[in-house]
């Protein structure tokens, strides 16, 4: 299982469009890139996922490029409440669908400042 | 998109005593796991079942934690004993839905 490495921390402020790079340089062919978001007292949640080039959802934007040993997470226009770990991780799909057996790193926290 | 109750919510024991944890998929999926999280690291695996059947138990202390899931629906995690570091919070999750969790403090 490929592992990754992201920052410890970032801060930010409100309004401002906040990018996450993650390096996962062993990163194998069937590999998929997701990154959860969690709260305190939550467990993490689902944010976004990704094989190649550019993902799009309501929440967030995944880029990643050709050799596929980085990703980058962007959240546009943040506010307080997107403080949060945000966690990188690549893996297989599992017989269902998802990703199951993965390694949790410590994440990414984010501040967002008024 | 999968759904995940577990209970309880919280759970604080002494050292030595039983305890056990249940997850309740509120929709299905085929696959369930059990993390644990210890405060200020990020999830690790403990165990992962395909319906009934575990396909992952590696890294599950076996000696003193046992996990089961019923007609591939339910699942429960026990510790029997427990140890002052089985203190954190134990999730389950269902494809990629995690549930809330259970915080267990053991003093």
């Known amino acids: 299982l490929a592992k990754t490495t992201q920052p410890i921390s970032m801060d930010s402020y409100e309004g401002q469009e906040v990018n996450i790079t993650c390096s996962h340089n062993n990163i194998a062919t069937n590999d998929y890139i997701t990154w959860y978001q969690q709260f305190p007292s939550q467990g993490p949640r689902f944010i976004i996922q990704?094989?190649?080039t550019k993902v799009t959802n309501e929440v967030a934007s995944l880029f990643i490029p050709a050799d596929r040993k980085s990703s980058t997470l962007s959240l546009p226009r943040v506010s307080l409440s997107d403080t949060a770990v945000y966690y990188c991780?690549?893996?297989?799909?599992?017989?269902?669908?998802?990703?199951?057996?993965?390694?949790f790193g410590k994440g990414t926290k984010l501040s967002v400042k008024p | 998109e999968a759904g995940v109750a577990q209970s309880p919510r919280y759970k604080i024991i002494e050292k030595r005593q039983s305890v056990a944890f249940w997850c309740n998929p509120i929709?299905?999926?085929?696959?369930l796991y059990w993390y644990q999280q210890i405060l200020g690291q990020g999830p690790k695996l403990l165990i992962q079942?395909?319906?009934?059947?575990?396909?992952?138990d590696s890294q599950l202390p076996k000696d003193r934690f046992s996990a089961e899931r019923l007609k591939g629906v339910d699942s429960t995690l026990k510790i029997q004993p427990a140890k002052l570091e089985d203190s954190a919070v134990y999730l389950c999750k269902l494809g990629y839905t995690f549930g809330s969790g259970t915080r267990l403090t053991v003093v």
């Open positions: 929709s299905g999926h085929a696959t």
């Open positions: 079942f395909q319906n009934n059947g575990v396909v992952d």
């Open positions: 990704g094989y190649k």
């Open positions: 991780l690549v893996g297989d799909l599992d017989y269902g669908g998802s990703q199951g057996n993965l390694i």
